[in-house]
Protein backbone atom coordinates (compact mmCIF):
# COMPACT_ATOMS: atom_id res chain seq x y z
CA UNK A 1 0.00 0.00 0.00
CA UNK A 2 1.55 3.28 -1.23
CA UNK A 3 0.58 6.93 0.09
CA UNK A 4 -1.40 8.13 2.92
CA UNK A 5 -4.24 6.18 3.83
CA UNK A 6 -6.96 7.57 6.63
CA UNK A 7 -9.60 5.56 8.56
CA UNK A 8 -12.44 6.19 8.99
CA UNK A 9 -13.71 7.77 5.62
CA UNK A 10 -16.75 8.53 7.11
CA UNK A 11 -17.89 9.37 11.02
CA UNK A 12 -21.15 10.19 12.34
CA UNK A 13 -20.66 11.18 16.33
CA UNK A 14 -22.34 12.59 19.00
CA UNK A 15 -21.57 15.66 21.35
CA UNK A 16 -20.74 13.45 24.14
CA UNK A 17 -18.81 10.73 22.25
CA UNK A 18 -15.14 9.70 21.95
CA UNK A 19 -13.73 9.10 18.86
CA UNK A 20 -10.20 8.90 17.34
CA UNK A 21 -9.01 9.41 13.56
CA UNK A 22 -6.06 7.17 12.19
CA UNK A 23 -3.62 8.75 9.56
CA UNK A 24 -1.01 6.19 8.26
CA UNK A 25 1.75 7.27 5.40
CA UNK A 26 4.09 4.28 3.44
CA UNK A 27 6.25 7.14 1.80
CA UNK A 28 8.87 7.38 4.34
CA UNK A 29 8.02 11.16 5.25
CA UNK A 30 9.05 12.59 8.69
CA UNK A 31 6.52 15.32 9.36
CA UNK A 32 2.73 14.81 9.45
CA UNK A 33 -0.07 17.36 9.66
CA UNK A 34 -3.92 17.66 10.47
CA UNK A 35 -5.90 19.90 8.47
CA UNK A 36 -9.41 20.75 8.45
CA UNK A 37 -11.35 21.74 5.81
CA UNK A 38 -14.83 23.37 5.78
CA UNK A 39 -17.59 24.63 3.67
CA UNK A 40 -16.23 28.14 1.98
CA UNK A 41 -13.07 28.62 3.88
CA UNK A 42 -9.42 27.70 3.08
CA UNK A 43 -7.98 24.63 4.87
CA UNK A 44 -6.94 24.83 8.32
CA UNK A 45 -3.54 23.98 9.49
CA UNK A 46 -4.28 22.60 13.07
CA UNK A 47 -0.94 20.46 14.00
CA UNK A 48 2.30 19.78 12.66
CA UNK A 49 4.43 16.69 14.14
CA UNK A 50 8.31 16.86 12.47
CA UNK A 51 10.41 13.98 13.48
CA UNK A 52 7.09 12.88 15.93
CA UNK A 53 7.39 16.35 18.00
CA UNK A 54 4.61 18.78 17.80
CA UNK A 55 5.92 22.14 16.11
CA UNK A 56 2.97 23.86 15.34
CA UNK A 57 -0.57 24.25 17.36
CA UNK A 58 -2.67 26.61 15.51
CA UNK A 59 -5.10 27.36 18.37
CA UNK A 60 -6.92 24.09 17.91
CA UNK A 61 -9.38 23.91 21.22
CA UNK A 62 -8.59 21.20 23.49
CA UNK A 63 -11.16 18.81 22.29
CA UNK A 64 -8.83 18.08 19.49
CA UNK A 65 -5.61 15.83 20.93
CA UNK A 66 -3.40 14.82 18.33
CA UNK A 67 -1.20 11.75 18.91
CA UNK A 68 2.28 10.85 16.78
CA UNK A 69 3.46 7.79 18.33
CA UNK A 70 6.06 7.20 15.28
CA UNK A 71 6.40 9.17 12.05
CA UNK A 72 4.20 6.68 10.17
CA UNK A 73 1.24 6.90 12.19
CA UNK A 74 -0.94 10.54 12.93
CA UNK A 75 -4.18 10.20 15.01
CA UNK A 76 -6.63 12.77 16.19
CA UNK A 77 -8.79 12.22 19.46
CA UNK A 78 -11.88 13.67 19.38
CA UNK A 79 -13.93 13.99 22.70
CA UNK A 80 -17.20 16.26 23.44
CA UNK A 81 -17.09 17.95 19.72
CA UNK A 82 -19.95 20.84 18.84
CA UNK A 83 -21.62 20.66 15.63
CA UNK A 84 -19.70 23.28 14.06
CA UNK A 85 -16.42 20.50 14.28
CA UNK A 86 -18.34 19.09 11.37
CA UNK A 87 -15.65 18.79 8.45
CA UNK A 88 -13.99 17.19 6.12
CA UNK A 89 -9.95 16.24 8.35
CA UNK A 90 -7.24 15.67 6.28
CA UNK A 91 -4.46 14.39 7.07
CA UNK A 92 -1.09 14.72 4.82
CA UNK A 93 2.73 14.09 5.18
CA UNK A 94 6.27 15.50 3.41
CA UNK A 95 9.78 15.23 3.95
CA UNK A 96 11.33 18.24 6.02
CA UNK A 97 14.66 19.36 4.59
CA UNK A 98 13.59 19.09 0.71
CA UNK A 99 12.34 22.37 -0.82
CA UNK A 100 10.52 21.08 -2.87
CA UNK A 101 8.46 18.81 -1.33
CA UNK A 102 4.90 19.06 -1.55
CA UNK A 103 2.17 17.75 1.04
CA UNK A 104 0.56 14.20 0.23
CA UNK A 105 -2.88 14.57 1.22
CA UNK A 106 -4.89 11.03 2.64
CA UNK A 107 -8.98 11.31 1.32
CA UNK A 108 -10.01 12.77 4.30
CA UNK A 109 -12.44 11.22 7.36
CA UNK A 110 -15.80 13.00 6.51
CA UNK A 111 -17.00 13.62 10.33
CA UNK A 112 -20.05 15.12 11.24
CA UNK A 113 -21.24 15.82 14.57
CA UNK A 114 -25.02 15.60 15.70
CA UNK B 1 0.01 37.07 9.25
CA UNK B 2 0.15 35.83 5.44
CA UNK B 3 -2.91 35.92 3.57
CA UNK B 4 -3.78 34.17 0.32
CA UNK B 5 -6.29 35.37 -2.14
CA UNK B 6 -7.31 33.16 -5.25
CA UNK B 7 -9.56 34.98 -7.89
CA UNK B 8 -11.50 33.75 -9.12
CA UNK B 9 -13.43 31.74 -7.03
CA UNK B 10 -16.01 30.45 -9.02
CA UNK B 11 -14.93 29.69 -13.11
CA UNK B 12 -17.17 28.51 -15.76
CA UNK B 13 -15.54 28.15 -18.68
CA UNK B 14 -16.32 26.49 -22.17
CA UNK B 15 -14.04 23.81 -23.64
CA UNK B 16 -11.01 24.98 -26.00
CA UNK B 17 -11.07 28.24 -23.95
CA UNK B 18 -7.77 29.73 -22.16
CA UNK B 19 -8.34 31.35 -18.97
CA UNK B 20 -5.88 32.07 -15.93
CA UNK B 21 -6.30 31.75 -12.29
CA UNK B 22 -4.23 34.59 -9.92
CA UNK B 23 -3.25 33.24 -6.42
CA UNK B 24 -1.56 36.77 -4.23
CA UNK B 25 -0.33 36.55 -1.00
CA UNK B 26 0.46 38.77 1.44
CA UNK B 27 4.22 38.48 3.14
CA UNK B 28 7.28 37.56 1.23
CA UNK B 29 7.56 33.80 0.28
CA UNK B 30 9.96 31.67 -2.08
CA UNK B 31 7.82 28.74 -2.07
CA UNK B 32 4.34 27.67 -3.79
CA UNK B 33 2.22 25.08 -4.67
CA UNK B 34 -0.69 24.06 -6.81
CA UNK B 35 -3.09 21.28 -5.56
CA UNK B 36 -6.23 20.12 -7.77
CA UNK B 37 -9.40 18.30 -5.58
CA UNK B 38 -11.65 16.51 -7.46
CA UNK B 39 -15.18 16.45 -5.45
CA UNK B 40 -15.15 14.11 -3.03
CA UNK B 41 -11.35 13.39 -2.78
CA UNK B 42 -8.16 14.56 -1.78
CA UNK B 43 -6.09 17.59 -2.79
CA UNK B 44 -3.39 16.10 -5.42
CA UNK B 45 -0.36 18.11 -5.85
CA UNK B 46 0.37 19.54 -9.49
CA UNK B 47 3.17 22.04 -9.20
CA UNK B 48 5.27 23.16 -6.56
CA UNK B 49 7.17 26.62 -7.47
CA UNK B 50 10.21 27.42 -6.06
CA UNK B 51 11.93 30.80 -7.23
CA UNK B 52 11.00 34.21 -8.64
CA UNK B 53 10.13 33.35 -12.46
CA UNK B 54 9.49 29.44 -11.80
CA UNK B 55 7.46 28.47 -14.38
CA UNK B 56 5.98 25.04 -14.97
CA UNK B 57 3.63 23.28 -17.38
CA UNK B 58 1.87 19.94 -16.88
CA UNK B 59 -0.46 19.01 -20.20
CA UNK B 60 -3.10 22.08 -20.43
CA UNK B 61 -2.13 23.78 -17.49
CA UNK B 62 0.81 26.20 -16.48
CA UNK B 63 1.64 28.06 -13.39
CA UNK B 64 4.17 30.86 -12.27
CA UNK B 65 5.29 32.33 -9.92
CA UNK B 66 6.20 36.14 -9.36
CA UNK B 67 7.95 36.64 -5.68
CA UNK B 68 8.51 40.32 -6.17
CA UNK B 69 4.50 41.10 -7.03
CA UNK B 70 3.75 37.59 -4.79
CA UNK B 71 1.40 36.29 -7.64
CA UNK B 72 1.21 32.98 -8.96
CA UNK B 73 -1.08 32.29 -11.57
CA UNK B 74 -2.24 29.07 -13.08
CA UNK B 75 -3.38 29.01 -16.53
CA UNK B 76 -5.18 26.83 -18.28
CA UNK B 77 -4.84 26.29 -22.60
CA UNK B 78 -7.57 24.76 -24.60
CA UNK B 79 -9.81 23.90 -21.53
CA UNK B 80 -11.38 20.16 -21.41
CA UNK B 81 -13.84 18.84 -19.51
CA UNK B 82 -11.56 16.35 -17.38
CA UNK B 83 -9.90 19.80 -15.53
CA UNK B 84 -13.37 20.97 -13.65
CA UNK B 85 -12.10 20.71 -10.28
CA UNK B 86 -11.22 23.22 -7.51
CA UNK B 87 -7.69 24.67 -7.13
CA UNK B 88 -6.07 25.77 -5.04
CA UNK B 89 -2.55 27.54 -4.31
CA UNK B 90 -0.87 27.15 -0.80
CA UNK B 91 1.93 29.75 0.58
CA UNK B 92 4.66 28.21 2.58
CA UNK B 93 5.57 31.08 5.21
CA UNK B 94 8.67 30.13 8.13
CA UNK B 95 7.96 29.93 12.25
CA UNK B 96 10.42 30.92 14.38
CA UNK B 97 10.75 27.23 15.30
CA UNK B 98 12.74 26.37 12.37
CA UNK B 99 9.59 25.10 10.88
CA UNK B 100 7.20 25.83 7.79
CA UNK B 101 3.35 25.94 7.52
CA UNK B 102 1.06 26.20 4.36
CA UNK B 103 -1.48 28.44 3.70
CA UNK B 104 -4.09 27.82 1.98
CA UNK B 105 -6.18 29.93 -0.92
CA UNK B 106 -9.88 29.66 -0.39
CA UNK B 107 -9.76 27.47 -3.76
CA UNK B 108 -11.12 28.25 -7.40
CA UNK B 109 -14.14 26.23 -8.56
CA UNK B 110 -13.44 25.22 -12.22
CA UNK B 111 -16.35 24.14 -14.32
CA UNK B 112 -15.47 23.23 -18.21
CA UNK B 113 -18.82 23.15 -20.40
CA UNK B 114 -18.94 21.89 -23.66
Known amino acids: ETGVTQTPRHLVMGMTNKKSLKCEQHLGHNAMYWYKQSAKKPLELMFV???????ENNSVPSRFSPECPNSSHLFLHLHTLQPEDSALYLC?????????????FGNGTRLTVT | ELKVEQNPLFLSMQEGKNYTIYCNYS?????LYWYRQDPGKSLESLFV?????AVKQEGRLMASLDTKARLSTLHITAAVHDLSATYFCAVVSYSGAGSYQLTFGKGTKLSVIP
Open chain 1, 49 to 55: YSLEERV
Open chain 1, 92 to 104: ASSQEGRGDSPLH
Open chain 2, 27 to 31: TTSDR
Open chain 2, 49 to 53: LLSNG
